[in-house]
């Protein structure tokens, strides 16, 4: 008696749970519950070497409490323009390329065998991370920043091909209309029909994507294709953490520099 | 947008003289950048071995076709691996991330130095590629899935953090304050009134992270942090390259895979 007056005087209230079939809900716990187990049963800890892994790891922060700039400087230096020189070789290649794959992956303008070639060439570009990449070109044209270049100017045509013929699909007909209708050609239907509505995107893609090909540009030196990515695998191999805490701290350095600077483009044209 | 007059009739033009001038400037500069950029990468790059890049892209894809199927027995192993990584990974990043995330958003931080602190975790996760935390923490606990887990963690925490912080500076602010004025303590604010309007849009982050952790746990095994990029290393290395082609299939597979799941889950979430 007692408690049901006590639950009549204060109501629990529960928040409603987000799936409503309680099957579902306790199916998918339960699902999720083993996976886990699942999946942490095949991860193969060797303790030994994780306890041994302590003292490097006190190494590695001490390295990067007092990063060491000066004793490998020479090839940081190298490194780092090499990766410079490439992001915007790469972007100003990568970017011109995209645009012709763009116009053939939107439906709107292109005929079905043009759009169908283009959205595969996206999809394997875009399936495979620029470091799968990279160990092509370095087998096609050797080692050097030529199949860095290269590389980042694949995985841009994925990138911007993809999200800019997103956008041309998804822009305003009747200006396209209206220009077919005063007999506008092939090539005037673009430049004063989809141009102008894609511009600002398209700008504000293409500096988002540079920012990403130098990011990119610091790890496929990792197999030769150039840039920072060398040094640091080096360094890493060397067990030198004070020059390794230095190229991070530059790519972050560089990094942000780079993102504040795309930051204020993109807010300026949009 | 100017209009001259030129032997009696209107002529529209885009800019004026003024404007022309200093975009063909704006131009020219960029071609000095994008010139000076080559001809350093040119000086860097070996022609000689670039010449026959035809040569030797002809017999990579000779060597790949055909692919040997039979090795595909042997990579089902790797495969589950690899998705572990990047689920996982996944997941520890949404542990880590969420009170960073608090600690992140002008609303809901205890105080601007903490904010600091949270944006310094934010920007170093985010510069660091994965595959550079994978070789560091390879060379500190060892090779194995561990290294990758925790290496896709700590790239996804800056990520998952700095989109979550900013679905909490968006929220509705009139909840929070109805909540606050019927005397709701700090915590109980954040249970009822910040996590139910941010808890959509926080799913939807964690699953299009999944899905590019997915991308980049296909690699992170070819510095030897577990996964199928172990296999793609060891058989690079030997030149076995009818079998690197079944495992471009198999990451093809996978990453068109992960994108569906994730596209159609997060369709059915919001």
Request: charged share 15%; with cysteine; hydrophobic share 55%.
């Given at each position: 008696m007692s408690a049901v007056a006590a639950a009549r005087v204060r109501p629990l209230w529960r928040p409603k749970p987000m799936i409503r079939n309680p099957l579902l809900r306790y199916g998918l716990l339960f699902g999720g519950a083993a996976y886990l187990y699942f999946a942490i049963s095949t991860i193969e800890v060797n303790w030994n070497r994780l306890i041994l892994g302590m003292d490097r790891a006190q190494v590695l922060f001490a390295g990067f409490a007092r990063p060491d700039f000066v004793s490998r400087w020479q090839p940081i230096q190298i490194g780092i323009l090499e990766s410079v020189a490439m992001t915007v070789v790469a972007g100003a290649l990568g970017i011109a390329l995209a645009i012709p794959f763009a116009f053939g992956a939107a439906r709107n303008i292109a005929p079905l065998p043009v759009y169908l070639f283009c959205r595969a060439f996206i999809a394997v570009s875009r399936s495979f991370q620029e470091i799968v990449i990279a160990i092509f070109f370095v087998v096609m044209v050797g080692f050097g920043p030529l199949a860095g270049v290269l590389t980042l100017a694949f995985g841009t045509i994925g990138f911007m091909g993809k999200l800019l013929s997103e956008d041309i699909e998804d822009i305003e007909p009747t200006q396209l209309e209206a220009i077919r209708a005063t007999g506008g050609s092939w090539f005037q239907q673009m430049g004063y029909g989809v141009v102008p509505q894609i511009m600002p995107r398209f700008i504000g893609l293409s500096v988002y994507r540079i920012d990403i090909n130098f990011r990119e540009s610091s790890v496929i030196g990792i197999v030769g294709a150039g840039g920072i990515g060398g040094a640091l695998n080096t360094s890493i191999a060397r067990y030198e953490f004070g020059t390794t805490a230095a190229i991070i701290l530059l790519i972050v350095a560089l990094v942000y520099a780079g993102e504040y600077a795309s930051g204020v483009i993109r807010k300026r044209v949009q | 947008?100017?209009?001259?007059?030129?032997?009696?009739?209107?002529?529209?033009?885009?800019?004026?003289?003024?404007?022309?001038?200093?975009?063909?400037?704006?131009?020219?500069?960029?071609?000095?950048?994008?010139?000076?950029?080559?001809?350093?990468?040119?000086?860097?790059?070996?022609?000689?071995?670039?010449?026959?890049?035809?040569?030797?892209?002809?017999?990579?894809?000779?060597?790949?076709?055909?692919?040997?199927?039979?090795?595909?027995?042997?990579?089902?192993?790797?495969?589950?691996?690899?998705?572990?990584?990047?689920?996982?990974?996944?997941?520890?990043?949404?542990?880590?991330?969420?009170?960073?995330?608090?600690?992140?958003?002008?609303?809901?931080?205890?105080?601007?130095?903490?904010?600091?602190?949270?944006?310094?975790?934010?920007?170093?996760?985010?510069?660091?590629?994965?595959?550079?935390?994978?070789?560091?923490?390879?060379?500190?606990?060892?090779?194995?899935?561990?290294?990758?887990?925790?290496?896709?963690?700590?790239?996804?925490?800056?990520?998952?953090?700095?989109?979550?912080?900013?679905?909490?500076?968006?929220?509705?602010?009139?909840?929070?304050?109805?909540?606050?004025?019927?005397?709701?303590?700090?915590?109980?604010?954040?249970?009822?009134?910040?996590?139910?309007?941010?808890?959509?849009?926080?799913?939807?982050?964690?699953?299009?992270?999944?899905?590019?952790?997915?991308?980049?746990?296909?690699?992170?095994?070819?510095?030897?942090?577990?996964?199928?990029?172990?296999?793609?290393?060891?058989?690079?290395?030997?030149?076995?390259?009818?079998?690197?082609?079944?495992?471009?299939?198999?990451?093809?597979?996978?990453?068109?895979?992960?994108?569906w799941v994730s596209a159609k889950v997060r369709g059915a979430i919001q």
């Open positions: - | 947008m100017p209009v001259t007059v030129k032997d009696g009739i209107p002529v529209w033009r885009k800019r004026d003289r003024r404007q022309t001038l200093r975009t063909y400037f704006g131009y020219l500069i960029g071609a000095v950048v994008f010139l000076i950029a080559w001809r350093f990468i040119s000086g860097q790059t070996l022609w000689y071995f670039v010449w026959d890049a035809p040569a030797q892209a002809a017999d990579l894809i000779d060597r790949m076709f055909p692919p040997r199927w039979s090795y595909a027995e042997r990579l089902w192993r790797a495969l589950w691996d690899t998705i572990n990584i990047a689920t996982l990974g996944t997941l520890i990043a949404i542990v880590i991330s969420v009170p960073v995330a608090f600690m992140a958003a002008r609303n809901t931080t205890p105080h601007p130095i903490v904010r600091q602190i949270a944006m310094i975790i934010i920007v170093f996760s985010r510069s660091v590629n994965s595959i550079i935390w994978a070789m560091l923490l390879v060379s500190v606990i060892g090779p194995g899935i561990l290294a990758g887990v925790i290496a896709i963690a700590l790239r996804s925490v800056g990520f998952c953090t700095k989109l979550l912080y900013e679905a909490i500076e968006e929220v509705n602010p009139r909840p929070i304050e109805a909540l606050s004025s019927a005397g709701a303590s700090g915590g109980q604010v954040i249970t009822y009134g910040i996590t139910p309007q941010v808890l959509p849009a926080f799913a939807g982050i964690i699953l299009y992270r999944w899905d590019i952790n997915i991308r980049s746990s296909t690699v992170v095994g070819l510095v030897g942090a577990g996964g199928i990029g172990l296999q793609l290393n060891a058989s690079i290395n030997s030149l076995q390259w009818s079998q690197v082609s079944v495992i471009f299939v198999m990451i093809i597979v996978l990453v068109i895979g992960a994108e």
